[in-house]
């Protein structure tokens, strides 16, 4: 095999490549074992959704580095001769809109009813935000999008917030044990993933330039959380196999209507 192949895919990055690929073959494997009414329950689909997704785009971006005439055939159809290195196109759109779409939606799904509507608000405005932004070209989609991440991280941020305002008020919640709801897991690292993503986005370029070491520390802060928040969803996909370990939703029930 191509030594360049596998540096790329395995050596180049470990700590990004190999806890991602175990965790992408433990959710597969739970996800295959579940029943066929948990397969179709949003709980457990759109988690599995995101770890296939996350694996795919990953390791699209890995074989981007891998065939550079690829990578650089892609940057100048978009226009970028300047960096025909950057698969900054890739990450743009699959992590910082769809993958935003996604977790959004996972939020929506842990929110009570009354609450789900101000979500679905909130991914068409970013839809129509960030397409104005990105075919205007006030933010290229070969180059950093700081104004699309920010506004979609704040999104997050505010549909975090929903779940957590639903938990501390809602009667439901109050006679639940927070470290035994999954809903709260994937709340927390969530939000914490997107706002150190975020901070360090903004500060990446500075800090590689100014301090390399810091700018280093932080990236590999960046996918130790991606990595803790894709073993949540795992978690969450193999949950129904570990009885006894997490409580039952208080909009379990809820959610099997569509909002």
């Avoid at 205007?136 to 700081?146: A, D, K, R, S, V």
Wanted: proline share 6%; no cysteine.
């Amino acid at each position: 095999m191509d030594n360049k192949l596998i540096e790329a895919f395995f050596t180049a990055y470990p700590l990004d490549s190999i806890p991602m690929d175990v965790l992408m073959i433990i959710g597969l494997i739970y996800f295959l074992k579940l029943p066929k009414e948990k397969k179709t329950n949003i709980h457990f689909w759109l988690p599995f959704l995101i770890l296939i997704f996350t694996f795919f785009y990953e390791n699209f971006g890995k074989y981007t580095n891998y065939n550079y005439e690829f990578k650089k055939s892609v940057n100048e159809y978009f226009g970028n001769f300047k960096y025909p290195k950057f698969n900054l196109w890739l990450f743009n759109v699959a992590k910082r809109q769809v993958g935003t779409i996604l977790y959004l939606l996972l939020i929506k799904s842990w929110l009570e009813p009354s609450k789900k509507k101000y979500i679905n608000w909130m991914i068409y405005l970013f839809i129509i935000v960030a397409s104005f932004l990105q075919f205007t070209g006030i933010e290229p989609i070969y180059l950093n999008q700081p104004i699309i991440f920010a506004i979609g991280a704040n999104m997050i941020l505010i549909g975090s917030a929903l779940y957590f305002t639903g938990m501390i008020t809602h009667p439901q919640y109050l006679d639940k044990n927070p470290l035994k709801l999954l809903s709260f897991w994937q709340m927390t690292f969530v939000m914490f993933t997107f706002t150190l993503t975020y901070i360090s986005s903004v500060s990446l370029i500075y800090l590689y330039e100014a301090d390399p070491v810091l700018g280093a520390a932080l990236q590999q802060i960046d996918i130790v959380m991606k990595n803790i928040n894709l073993g949540i969803l795992t978690l969450t996909i193999a949950s129904p196999f570990l009885p006894g370990f997490f409580e039952e939703e208080p909009f379990y029930v809820s959610h099997k209507t569509p909002a």
